[in-house]
């Protein structure tokens, strides 16, 4: 085929400038790290990177509920063991009411109940960030009155742990205050039949904080599996936010050592082509005639 | 023939030496001008006389500056470089598309409806928390914003490309026109039965630029005139007349093309560069718009849907987090919004089924509404149709990338070929100089030898 001088200066300056891309295409690359910026650089690829960076952003939505929730479960679990600690001490103070013989102090260990009854009602009552903790989802208001009643309701706030799992973050009151026993009842009762020297009475209350007692402890275990239940979706969310993360790494950086090896491909080439192009297109047939 | 008759043989191959020169000269200076094709000296010998023996010419004749060109790869260079431009406009535009959706790792639509429904899930843990409801309607303010300005973007592109189809469709007009003129410019030229050649390279150069912008097709027709078809199917040039598109403003503000009768071609314009502006602008541009229209009214009507069974901090009946509610019927994209008043006071967000301040189980189906399917997207949810909008898009552009490689490749073996018949070579040229140089060296050798012969004659009898 007959070669007029353009297309060997069109075919050098192709060369070349396929050359400067892959150049460019691999500097770029050194520069952020990356392979895929955009989805046309690889569309099947970016699907997924989209849809992993998705659950990625909802598995952090899922840590703040259940960082939020551990918080208030953690309280709850404190306030649950020191329910069941004045329990004991109430259940105590009855065995020692209700023997006989040292009979003559119960007026004072009425005082002591009483005492202790409030601060029942004080911990029903306890809040957290300004709410509630044993209302239910009622949470703004305090859940119990002084005389026992609750005021709360029987939902329970729920944190979404994740897709389709939530865990009970408050606790409705009455579980651990009314359905094993009514607490406050119990002590009301327990503190007038001490000051009226009802001993029988007095004995009759030491099955029912017995069974409280044991209520009461059956619902913080109730809290302590939700806590489990939370930390168990924490490590299995960290788990995977890692896989996700290096599955996205895997789409979208760069293999740095490919990216040197196309790098110096491209140089070569480059490199090749100048010297090419000097040879050939700084000579002709008028350097060596005339 | 007499003696004085072979001084008129050598003045005529001095002559063709010299115009030989000329030539080599020309090709030389004009190597590089874009639609310039090589001429050639087309020398025959000269009238013929009879002498004793036989016939001999009386030297040489130029018959013609002949342009060494090739018409069917003319053609076909035509063709393709609309496919070309075509490619290029294409590409040039869905990079500008999907620049408005920034890359993956950046604050995208997706990621921001991502982030919206974390914050609605972090809020169902503690629905009564300030924070965590300012961090919800923050969220949602984000998401709403960058929908909005994902629309602004789009339709800022579209009269950008819409300015682009208007002073392409000018750019036409005017070509359309030299290309007439040249037509007849080139038939009274060529009157003489001579190639006018240099008209002839400009026409190639406003020939190539038209196929580039509209892809139509040029076609000779038996007095040479070329006649210029546009894949629309009306005739945009036609013998030395031209027959320039009109414009005229639709409806929604953009240009409609018209043909010279008036018909409106805008939809079957497919090819060049103006086809490719026409196809980025009505139908990769819109076709995003439309998605982000039904992407906000599907969010604004299905939270609102949530949030209008609820109830707030307060305890009084929700009202709609996003306006307008319902959703603007077109256009909802570019005014989706978070209610102010939600946006003043987070308390007002009505994320509460029962009425209890701790109930957070609507914050929970809002926080699901980006992943749950909806009839509205066409049974896709929220989150992968944006994702499928985006690698749709992203498929779109890797498309367009590889179809300019192929392009390029077709136009450039077709342009070798071209320049392998109409394309100058240095090399050639050099011999040719040398070639003429002699000839004409050896022409005024003839004349002198002529001279001395003319002088010896003239001395014969002088003795």
């Known amino acids: ?290 | 023939m007499n003696l004085f008759g072979y001084f008129e043989l050598g003045r005529r191959s001095m002559v063709a030496s010299q115009l030989g020169l000329q030539t080599s000269g020309d090709n030389i200076a004009n190597a590089a001008t874009p639609g310039y094709a090589r001429r050639r000296l087309e020398l025959t010998p000269s009238y013929p006389v009879h002498v004793p023996g036989g016939w001999l010419d009386q030297g040489v004749d130029v018959a013609r500056v002949h342009r060494m060109e090739d018409l069917f790869l003319q053609a076909s260079i035509g063709r393709e470089q609309g496919g070309l431009g075509e490619a290029d406009e294409r590409l040039r535009g869905l990079t500008d598309i999907q620049g408005i959706f920034g890359s993956l790792d950046s604050d995208n639509v997706s990621q921001a409806l991502a982030a919206f429904s974390a914050a609605f899930t972090a809020l169902a843990a503690q629905p009564e928390d300030g924070g965590a409801r300012q961090g919800a309607v923050a969220a949602a303010d984000a998401l709403a914003g960058s929908i909005r300005d994902a629309y602004a973007r789009l339709s800022d592109l579209r009269s950008q490309k819409d300015q682009e189809v208007g002073g392409t469709v000018d750019e036409v007009n005017s070509l359309a026109g030299q290309l007439a003129s040249l037509n007849r410019q080139i038939a009274e030229a060529e009157g003489d039965g001579s190639v006018a050649a240099p008209l002839r390279d400009q026409r190639e150069v406003v020939l190539a630029e038209l196929s580039d912008l509209t892809g139509g097709i040029a076609s000779a027709g038996p007095d040479g005139k070329i006649r210029f078809e546009l894949p629309s199917g009306s005739t945009l040039v036609t013998g030395e007349s031209a027959l320039p598109l009109g414009t005229a403003r639709a409806v929604d503000g953009t240009l409609r093309i018209l043909a010279s009768d008036g018909t409106d071609v805008t939809d079957r314009f497919r090819g060049g560069r103006l086809g490719a502006l026409l196809l980025v602008r009505d139908d990769s541009i819109v076709s995003q718009m439309t998605s982000l229209d039904a992407l906000a009214a599907d969010l604004t009507t299905r939270v609102n849907a949530s949030t209008a069974g609820a109830t707030d901090l307060a305890g009084n009946a929700g009202g709609p987090l996003f306006v307008p509610d319902p959703p603007a019927s077109t256009g909802s994209a570019r005014s989706i919004s978070v209610s102010s008043a939600i946006l003043a006071d987070s308390s007002l967000l009505a994320v509460s089924a029962s009425g209890a301040p701790g109930d957070g189980s609507v914050a929970s189906d809002i926080a699901g509404i980006s992943d749950a399917p909806s009839a509205a997207l066409g049974g896709k949810s929220a989150a992968a149709f944006l994702a499928d909008s985006m690698t749709g898009l992203g498929t779109a552009v890797a498309q367009a990338d590889v179809d300019l490689g192929v392009s390029t490749d077709v136009v450039n073996g077709l342009l070798t070929q071209r320049d392998s018949v109409s394309g100058v070579s240095l090399d050639e040229e050099a011999l040719e100089l040398i070639k003429n140089q002699r000839s004409f060296e050896a022409a005024a050798h003839f004349l002198s030898v002529l001279d001395e012969i003319t002088a010896t004659a003239v001395n014969l009898f002088q003795r």
């Open chain 1, 1 to 290: 085929m007959r070669v007029g001088d353009r297309t060997l200066f069109l075919n050098l300056l192709s060369g070349l400038a396929s050359s400067r891309e892959a150049t460019a295409r691999a500097v770029a690359s050194l520069g952020d790290g990356k392979r895929v910026r955009t989805a046309s650089d690889d569309p099947v690829g970016a699907r997924s990177a989209i849809a992993f960076r998705g659950r990625l952003a909802a598995i952090e939505g899922y840590g703040r509920s259940g960082a939020a929730a551990r918080t208030d479960l953690s309280t709850l679990d404190s306030v649950l063991g020191e329910v069941v600690n004045i329990l004991s001490s109430v259940r105590a103070e009855a065995m020692a009411g209700a023997s006989g013989t040292a009979s003559d102090g119960n007026d004072a260990r009425a005082e002591t109940i009483d005492a202790f009854r409030d601060q029942l009602v004080a911990l029903a009552n306890t809040q957290q960030n300004g709410r509630y903790l044993l209302g239910g989802t009622e949470t703004l208001t305090p859940p119990f009155l002084a005389d026992g009643t609750y005021q709360g309701n029987d939902a329970e706030v729920l944190a979404p742990v994740d897709t389709t799992s939530e865990v009970g973050a408050t606790i409705v009151g009455t579980r651990a205050f009314q359905d094993s026993g009514d607490l406050i009842g119990i002590l009301t009762q327990l503190s007038a039949d001490l000051r009226s020297g009802n001993l029988d009475g007095v004995a009759a209350a030491l099955p029912s904080l017995d069974t409280a007692i044991s209520g009461v402890s059956n619902v913080r275990a109730d809290v302590g599996t939700r806590m489990n239940t939370i930390d168990a979706f924490a490590i299995r969310h960290g788990d995977e936010s890692l896989r996700l993360a290096q599955s996205i790494a895997d789409i979208e950086d760069a293999d740095l050592a490919q990216v040197a090896v196309d790098l110096s491909a491209a140089e070569t080439q480059g490199a090749a082509l100048s010297t090419t192009a000097a040879r050939i297109l700084g000579r002709s047939l008028f350097d060596f005639l005339g």
